[in-house]
């Protein structure tokens, strides 16, 4: 019993050790995503030694690693592409942070619970340190709107998806293959407050434009893609006469609403950043 005592005595020093120098913290941006959204992680390393740390990458073997796995499934997710990140000195007692988006190498077009961990290789080769797990979610969220496109030689649905997020609705874009139904890409259009029904169009070059009551006092106006990519995003406040989305000569419009111009510091009639949606 002694000796087991002991075993572990060493462990936990070589571990507080190992913790000492190199400290790495992984988050995800968000919580909960839509399939086809960029995934956001911010990945800090913090350099607790007295010399800097030259991360480098090697043929084959790249500084930087990241395991994913989904609740559920035995194995890690399968990546489509080599994660590659450009070389890293960390001075010493130095922090360094960064965001990643996981869904440039990572096939994650299935909803449900994720996780991922985060690995750095040593400038000696052999030497690593993880980071803890970061989880995260995807889901499809609720169909709003949908529309039947054709874009690229393919068939696509572009629709309006609803979803809570951190405790607020919120409305998203969404883009997937309408024959295979796989996600192509989603993006974030506005919060969403439920006092006016969502106006959603589709123009002559099959962009979706959204437009959606985001506050008591905000308007949100969205423009995304047929890559599933936002394209525009604009706040605004009622002016006068009904609130509408309107097609034109000149294309899709907002009516009845006059864009929302932060005011300068000097302003003496700020708002305070609790007035606002976002």
Known sequence: MKQLLNLLLVLCCLLSS?????ELRLAPVRHDYI??????????????TDSS?????????????????????P???SAFASPRFPDLTITPGSTRSFQV??????????????NAVATIRMPDGQTTYSSNRAVFALASGGKVRAFK??????????????ASIDGHDNLFGQVADADSQRVLGACFMGRYLNFMQPRVMIDAA??????????????????MN??????????????????????TGKGVRPVGLVPYVKPKANDQNIHHTSDRPF
Not at 229 to 245: F, I, M, N, T, W
């Open 149 to 162: 496109v054709r874009s690229g030689g393919k068939n696509l649905e572009m629709s309006v998806r609803l």
């Open 226 to 247: 047929t890559q599933g990519e936002r394209s525009h995003y604009q706040l605004y406040k009622r002016a006068a006469g009904p609130v509408d989305l309107m097609s």
């Open 35 to 48: 399939l086809g959204e960029h995934v956001a992680l911010k990945l800090t390393l913090i350099n607790r």
């Open 101 to 114: 988006d996981l869904k440039t190498f990572y096939h994650l077009d299935v909803s449900g619970n994720y």
């Open 18 to 22: 190992a913790f000492a120098q190199v």
């Open 206 to 223: 099959q962009n979706l434009h959204v437009l959606c009551q985001s506050s008591p006092d905000f308007y949100t106006y969205s423009v």
């Open 75 to 77: 194995g890690p997710v």
């Open 53 to 73: 740390i030259a991360l480098t990458n090697r043929p084959g073997r790249p500084w930087l690693n990241f395991m994913v796995g989904k609740r559920g499934e």
